[in-house]
């Protein structure tokens, strides 16, 4: 079949609708991903002045950015023949493009590291005296998730700040302060710093106005103003402009979203080109009509009727609903659904059940394990309850004094694990002897280092014979990483001061916040069903969907009371604050409809809606029942039916995608066990104060390089100044900092004395590499230089990769990483490089060698095994002497007599 075979005429439509701005609204499973990623190819097609560099993709997930990104490199290979320069078109959410443009054109955000919502809030609460908490009157710890709602707030509607009072100004300039004096972003100021270089910066705006020729952006409908300002900004520069969404979908109002958005794009962009795609290819008619017949109860919303193109027959049985005396009769009956549909052939991990309100999970879990059905509960954070996770508390309570060496003795022997009491024992000895309080300097207490060290004494080795290791290994390794969260931020902290807040971190604000280990695990997912909030439910399908509890209050939820954002700003300083607020009843239950119409939509085939009183407030009929009750399609349930799995829909039996990069493929080639332990568990390495010399001097060659491939020529000052600037430890102290700054400055002056007459001979550099290798295959990562260099009158191409002394330069050349720049370079320019080199930033030192057909063959298989191997859990220990020994994993590999023999 061709790339256009079997399309609808407006699918086509969408497709070759490429010269002017367009609206899509796509209704749920429209098959939307296949036309925003075919429409992509067909413009690289068309036009011949467009190159990938050109095109930019928003979308609302990384997730979803995967995919889209993936597809596109599949019919890009199929109508283009190639996918030559596709690492260079960005595919991935907004604030994602902002950090990388602001970083790529503007060197003092190259510092920058971006604190996700954890790190953010530890960042805040160590800093909250600094802040702009004490401006808006807001109190540390118990007023901290507050504080952060409102800077988001003010900060993605900052284009309205004139109507703020003084202290607000002050707060939102507090804010943006602390963190830039500390190199940092959250996710709010990336945008913010975008849409302030865009707007003050005549230069940043021509560079990306020269670069986005066409923007497309998917799910439009949730975007907040900020966002859209980006949007608008951006298509101010001349650039074709697509949106892509489902007026019906709009479910982030609560963030920010403004359905006004959406509703009137056509209007405000003057745009003529208006596609619906409203026929649904994943749902049968039954799930379509119970869909159509509830959303259609919503007033404000875009005229379309959705129709069925599923190709699965619909049965009576497929959607019923049934009701209740309790929610332990509601979780039975869901139970037994679910056994008798595993029974006709469905597997478990093609059904869910969809909760409005995560409180309800654990209920389902309890029934569900009881039963003997495998689930995963998404999004419910129960590290902190495992035994092992309350042992590796414990170390750091004792060393506060907060329990005795007895109490955390009993602690590491109550894991479901045959520890040896006496290697406990040991390690609570190594720990014994740990003063904090005498302790002066921040180095001198790791909190990462403390855990491994105590580890170091244990013997929990993953192996046939014990598989309850492998759930404890998972959970460690995802302690390891609270920890990681936690240094972060307070590495640079006194020690007896650190140890103090790392126990109040653990008491007050981790437990809840992280899932147990193996849920992080996205290289290997069980076949078992899901139970998660239908907001995590958005994009996803299942055969089967399950939504309980439809009681008025909690599915349309009531408004939650308390202290919220508007007791401390004012509705009147924000656009959309009463869709945020969720002021209007109206608005409120249209909202929550169309979160009901997500939840609907999830299913490709059987639905069932249930409820059962669940206390006082939550005791009457959802009116979403009702509506759906309404529908022919919806029947109740009666003990005659059953379900032959005579008409399953066929789940296309992808292989689960797989992303890697240089680091994880390094990790898996010197030791697949290694990466098990660190990609697989999550264990983190101790920071080291020196860490990110690596990272600077990186942007210190890049920095050079670039300034020669835009036609300057430096000067030694000017090297010095390029120093000055890009260099950046964020965990030294003052004085190790400027002691390796200037071994950093030295370095990087003898790398231009002696390369300077080279520079002119640059191509490229840091650039970005892509290696889609088929079967949900990917590769990513960057090449440091590329030069040309004319030998005997033949120009060559070296492809070159910086060392600083860590490595030797002779070990490097040979490993996979650089086999890697050679293909990903290939797939980028279409041109073969001739040489590999390793430079060797400390003292010069090079290495090289050819690139040949053998390697590029070899380095293809390599990924590919390496990748199935990863999806297949076949990853063995490759233990040597000298490999063993200098592994900082080693003590979770070897066992005892293992240890002894590597003397590790």
């Known amino acids: 079949m061709g790339w256009l075979d079997g399309l609808s005429e407006n699918q086509l439509k969408a497709i070759n609708t ?3 701005d367009l609206q899509i609204i796509a209704c749920a499973g429209a098959g939307k991903t296949g036309v925003v990623t075919r429409r992509v190819v067909n413009i690289l097609k068309q036009k011949s002045n467009i190159r990938p560099e050109n095109i930019v993709a928003f979308t609302f997930t990384e997730k979803a950015a995967e995919e889209l990104k993936g597809r596109i490199y599949k019919y890009g290979e199929e109508v283009l023949g190639n996918t030559q320069g596709f690492a260079t078109m960005y595919v991935g959410t907004i604030h994602g493009f902002c950090l990388k443009m602001l970083q790529e054109y503007i060197p003092q955000f190259q510092k920058f590291t971006v604190l996700d919502e954890i790190k953010t809030k530890l960042f805040i609460e160590k800093y909250s005296d600094r802040c702009g908490m004490n401006e808006l009157g ?27 009072d003084d202290k607000a100004k002050i707060a939102v300039q507090k804010y943006r302060e602390v963190f830039y004096e500390k190199n940092y972003f959250d996710y709010s100021l990336i945008m913010k710093e975008m849409l302030f270089q865009l707007e003050n910066n005549r230069e940043f705006a021509d560079l990306i106005y020269s670069k986005v020729k066409y ?16 949007v608008s900004f951006i298509r101010e520069g001349g650039c074709n402009l697509c949106v892509v969404g489902d007026d019906d979908q709009t479910i982030y109002q609560f963030r920010g979203s403004d359905p006004e958005n959406i509703l009137t794009f056509k ?9 619906v795609l409203d026929k649904d290819y994943r749902s049968t008619e039954g799930i379509v009509g119970i869909a159509q017949k509830v959303i259609e109860n919503n007033l404000k919303r875009l005229p379309k009727k959705m129709v069925s193109g599923s190709v699965v027959k619909y049965e009576d049985t497929d959607t019923i609903y049934s009701e209740f005396n309790s929610i332990e009769d509601e979780c039975k009956f869901i139970a037994d659904r679910i056994i008798e549909l595993h029974d006709a052939g469905i597997m478990y991990s093609e059904m869910a059940v969809l909760l409005r309100k995560r409180k309800f999970g654990s209920s389902f879990a309890k029934v569900f394990e009881g ?3 495998p689930f995963i509960v998404e999004g419910v954070n129960e590290l902190f309850t495992t035994a092992e996770c309350k042992a590796a508390k414990g170390i750091y309570e004792y060393l506060n004094g907060d329990i005795t060496a007895a109490e955390l003795r009993r602690l590491w022997m109550d894991i479901a694990y045959p520890l040896d009491v006496e290697e406990v024992s040991d390690a609570i000895q190594a720990i014994s002897h740990i003063d904090v309080k005498g302790m002066k300097f921040y180095g001198e207490f790791v909190i990462q280092k403390v855990f491994h060290d105590f580890l170091r004494h ?14 404890i290994l998972y959970n460690l390794g995802k302690f390891s990483q609270v920890i990681n969260d936690f240094e972060t931020v307070y590495y640079a902290t006194l020690p007896k001061n650190k140890l103090y807040n790392f126990c109040s971190f653990m008491k007050y604000m981790a437990e809840g916040t992280y899932p147990e280990g193996y849920i992080a695990n996205t290289y290997i997912r069980p076949d078992a069903v899901s139970i998660m909030t239908i907001h995590q439910s958005k994009g996803l399908e299942y055969t089967a969907v399950f939504i309980p509890q439809l009681n008025k209050n909690n599915f349309p939820s009531k408004k939650i009371g308390g202290k ?6 004012s509705k009147d300083w924000i656009r959309n604050s009463d869709k945020i607020a969720g002021d209007d009843p109206e608005d409120r239950i249209e909202e929550e409809r169309k979160l009901f119409y997500v939840a609907v939509t999830r299913s490709r085939k059987y639905l069932f809606l249930t409820r059962a009183p669940y206390n006082r407030a939550e005791k009457e009929i959802s009116q979403f029942l009702i509506e759906a009750k309404r529908s022919s399609y919806m029947i109740a349930y009666d003990e005659d039916m059953k379900y032959s799995g005579g008409d399953i829909p066929r789940v296309k039996k992808e292989l689960a995608p797989i992303n890697l990069n240089f680091s994880i493929l390094q990790d898996y080639f010197e030791c697949a066990y290694r990466f098990k332990l660190s990609m697989f568990y999550g264990f983190v390495q101790p920071i080291a104060t020196a860490m990110g010399y690596g990272k600077a001097m990186h942007e210190i060659v890049m920095n050079i390089h670039r300034k020669y491939i835009a036609g300057e020529k430096l000067t030694e000052d000017e090297v010095h100044a390029i120093v000055e600037n890009s260099f950046y430890l964020p965990y030294a102290n003052p004085k190790l900092e400027e002691s390796m700054r200037q071994g950093a400055d030295k370095s990087a002056i003898n790398y231009y004395e002696k390369n300077m007459d080279e520079f002119k001979n640059i191509t490229m550099a840091e650039a970005d590499i892509e290696l889609d290798m088929g079967e949900g295959i990917k590769v990513n990562g960057r090449i440091d230089l590329v030069k040309r260099k004319d030998i005997s009158g033949n120009t060559k191409t070296y492809i070159v990769d910086f060392k600083t002394a860590d490595r030797d330069v002779t070990e490097c050349i040979n490993t996979e990483q650089l086999k890697i720049y050679a293909l990903g370079y290939e797939r980028l320019t279409g041109e073969r490089a001739d040489f590999l080199e390793i430079y060797n930033l400390d003292n010069s030192e090079q290495e090289r060698q050819r690139v040949t057909d053998s390697l590029m063959t070899d380095v293809v298989t390599e990924i590919k095994d390496a990748a199935n191997n990863i999806r297949n859990d076949d990853l063995p220990r490759n233990c040597s002497r000298e490999k063993c020994k200098g592994c900082y994993l080693n003590y979770l590999c070897l066992n005892k007599q293992e240890k002894s023999l590597y003397e590790v």
């Open 215 to 230: 923007l497309t952006v998917d799910e439009y409908q949730d975007i907040n103003p900020i966002q859209e300002r980006l």
């Open 371 to 373: 039963k003997g059905i």
């Open 458 to 471: 244990l013997s929990i080795v993953s192996d046939s014979d014990n598989k309850s290791a492998e759930v």
């Open 18 to 20: 490429i010269d002017e």
């Open 564 to 569: 919220g954002i508007w007791h401390v700003i």
């Open 138 to 164: 807001l109190k540390k710890y118990t007023e901290t998730n507050l504080f952060l709602n409102v800077m988001g707030v003010l900060n993605e509607n900052s284009f309205d700040s004139d109507k703020w």
């Open 267 to 275: 209007d405000r962009y003057n745009v003529k080109n208006y596609i």
